[in-house]
């Protein structure tokens, strides 16, 4: 494998390509490390590579011609090439990219700066725009240092053990296993028994169990792309009863106060569909409770009706999953009446998140709130879904958290809540497997 790298910065890669394991794959021939400076491709006594970009606005863009004329002077004819732009709105950066890469001969990395580069270089030159994490760093230098060093670790010969690569966190999706070394014992701390067993088939089983779980408790989001057996799908399963995530999150339908078409404020009817669905969804993503609010007593007594039958009544006994999941139901007069209860439940008020199809300014998206809600902090959680139109003005106002609306590659957004609810608590608890 040969890289090129071009940089206005080349003495950057000085320490990090002449120490360790690719000081050795270079001595070995295994991979080839050249670095270009893209300053030695202008055609000025300044060595200019950057200009004010038309139309204005802040900063310095990279010029086109110095690095057009890199990319074609470094180039090579006669190899399977691939021509890389560092840059903070390119494809994340993965496990699997780095072992697709591998497959090249020649990879060209252009380390941006500054605002970034001319256009024209992504339009006619880039074949592949990588990211390495969601944060601004001064240049692509560090980028292109953690694209070689984990490219060449699926190198044929770089690593020496050619298992290693295999076993190392996110093969399979999975984080890797705990490991252990001498002495046997430390501050009272065991090796587990099976490792000093000398059974390699119940090693093997050991260290597949602790990554699954050590994947469950640290990024269960990973687990959607695992390749995970029958068996130890249910091993998920059973640490989802043993070890369940830490959150506290609590939902509530909201009857009155909401909006009709005219943007009239109404108190809509029980509908019987709604509760039963969004209780099951409830249930399913371990919701805490599922508030009704519903003010008007005749809806009251409908309600109290329904709820007896599946939770006390027939229906407790003819169908024991929808029982259980109706038993999550409670029935409140007001929105206070229920911030209160689990205020009184938790001690401490809930943070509110209330849902629109609307938008409106400083929305938070579906990525940030799941982090809030799984953050060590574990405080309560109230997500507010309206009937009819939409929740009152006074209830968007007071909220914490505005959610951004559910959508899709269309306009449409006229989703019943059950569909809504679903979908939002999909988004923010599912476990991905």
């Not at 139309?55 to 011609?65: D, E, I, N, P, W």
């Not at 679903?422 to 497997?433: E, G, M, P, Q, T």
Request: glycine letters at 6%; a negative charge; aromatic letters at 10%.
């Amino acid at each position: 494998m040969r890289y090129d790298i071009l940089t206005i910065f080349p003495e950057f890669f000085e320490s990090p390509f002449s120490i360790g394991i690719l000081k050795k794959a270079q001595e070995k021939g295994l991979i080839e490390l050249n670095t270009y400076d893209i300053r030695d491709y202008t055609d000025n006594k300044h060595r200019t590579v950057d200009d004010t970009p038309y139309g204005g606005g802040g900063g310095m863009l990279m010029k086109v011609a110095p690095i057009s004329a890199a990319i074609e002077d470094v180039k090579s004819k006669n190899a399977k090439s691939l021509v890389i732009l560092t840059t903070p709105d390119g494809e994340k950066f993965t496990d699997k990219t780095a072992r697709e890469l591998a497959y090249y001969e020649q990879i060209i990395i252009i380390c941006g700066r500054y605002e970034g580069v001319d256009e024209r270089i992504r339009e006619i030159y880039v074949d592949k725009e990588i990211s390495i994490g969601d944060y601004v760093l001064l240049g692509g230098e560090n980028a292109a240092s953690v694209i070689v060093e984990s490219v060449s670790r699926f190198i044929p010969g770089v690593l020496g053990n050619e298992l290693s690569p295999e076993n190392d966190s996110f093969n399979e999706g999975l984080l890797e296993y705990p490991q252990y070394t001498r002495p046997e014992e430390f501050e009272g701390k065991k090796v587990p028994d099976v490792l000093l067993s000398g059974n390699h088939k119940e090693i093997d089983e050991w260290r597949k169990k602790e990554s699954i779980k050590r994947t469950f408790r640290k990024r269960p989001d990973m687990l959607d792309k695992a390749i995970l057996k029958t068996e130890e799908i249910d091993l998920v399963k059973e640490l989802k009863e043993t070890d369940p995530a830490s959150f506290k999150a609590y939902i509530a339908l909201i009857h009155y106060p909401v909006y009709n078409n005219q943007l009239k404020i109404i108190n809509t009817a029980f509908t019987n569909l709604d509760v039963h669905d969004i209780a099951r969804s409830a249930v399913s993503y371990g919701i805490e409770k599922f508030y009704l609010v519903q003010p008007n007593l005749e809806q009251q007594k409908l309600v109290n009706r329904v709820l007896k039958h599946w939770t006390t009544g027939e229906g407790a006994s003819f169908n024991k999953s929808r029982s259980e999941a109706l038993h999550l139901v409670a029935l409140r007069d007001t929105l206070q009446d229920v911030t209160q209860e689990i205020e009184e439940i938790e001690g401490e008020k809930p943070l509110t998140i209330v849902t629109d199809a609307r938008s409106t300014d400083n929305m938070i998206g579906f990525g940030d709130l799941r982090e809030l809600i799984f953050s060590g902090e574990q405080k309560p959680y109230l997500i507010l879904f309206g009937t009819g139109w939409g929740l009152a003005k006074e209830i968007m106002e007071s909220a914490d958290y505005t959610l951004k609306p559910v959508s899709g590659y269309t306009n449409y957004n006229h989703l019943s809540v059950r569909s809504a609810a679903a979908i939002i608590l999909d988004r923010l608890f599912s476990c991905k497997i």
